[in-house]
């Protein structure tokens, strides 16, 4: 057997046993460089082997239900409607945003048209994959899409040409939707495309912002795309349990409470 495959069976069997695995913890079972690491972990997931996650890897669990953009636009709407205009409050003139998919997201494009339209706000350009976010923000400001495929469930567009374009841009903020905050785990979608757009976003982003009703706390979702004090805030509503604002503060999570 190659040594290659010999790492992946070792690696599997304990990704198997483990459910998750830290870089470092690769690189100690297979008693290899960090980038080698690296390497042979893109390698694994591009055969569907395994995902990557911040700062190491999962197991590939059995499907988890798939978010669906009209199944969740109307749950907690008061809420998203204080988190949107929260947000949209956040945003400068000059500033270059990119806004991710989402029902929350499309609350925060509409406070942000009407800051638009009184003249409150200008010289903002919007980068979005999100179809709802660039219908409602078109008329009053710059609106590019990266293009992409479809996802009419997500009403968004997505795939390897919407992060290739994405890699040619840079933000200033970034305001992306999540289905589950959690403490350990951090921001977690249910789809790997979604969650692939979004470290990608990360990456070419000065700052970004998470938009999350408070029913989305300490929930669990498939796959995880940043841990939350890496956000410049998370944007909830006053529901918030004070216990879990006191939790996620106490990691160094800046909560601003719309």
């Known amino acids: 057997m190659k040594k290659w495959e010999q790492r992946r069976t070792l690696l599997l069997n304990e990704l198997a046993k483990e459910g998750k695995m830290s870089l470092r913890q690769v690189q100690d079972l297979l008693n290899i460089s960090e980038s080698t690491a690296r390497r042979f972990i893109i390698e694994l997931e591009q055969d569907h082997c395994l995902l990557r996650r911040f700062g190491g890897i999962q197991k590939i669990e059995p499907a988890s239900p798939k978010y669906s953009y009209e199944e969740t636009q109307d749950r907690h709407a008061d809420e998203k409607k204080q988190i949107g205009i929260y947000a949209a409050n956040l ?63 997500l009403q968004v567009l997505d795939g390897s040409l919407t992060e290739k374009n994405l890699r040619s841009m840079c933000f200033t903020k970034a305001f992306l939707g999540v289905v589950a905050v959690n403490e350990t785990e951090g921001f977690m979608t249910s789809d790997i495309a979604t969650n692939s757009i979004h470290e990608v976003v990360l990456s070419k982003a000065a700052s970004f912002y998470v938009l999350a009703d408070s029913s989305k706390f300490n929930k669990h979702s498939f796959i995880s795309y940043a841990p939350v004090k890496d956000a410049a805030a998370i944007i909830t509503d006053k529901a918030l349990p004070p216990v879990l604002q006191e939790t996620f503060t106490a990691q160094g999570t800046t909560l601003y409470l719309a």
């Open 91 to 153: 945003v400068e003139n000059g500033d270059v945003l990119f806004l991710s998919g989402g029902s929350t997201i499309k609350y925060m494009a509409l406070a942000l048209s009407r800051r638009l339209e009184t003249g409150d706000l200008t010289s903002v350009s919007v980068i979005t994959n999100s179809l709802v976010s660039a219908e409602v923000l078109y008329k009053y400001t710059d609106v590019i899409m990266p293009g992409g495929i479809y996802r009419e469930s």
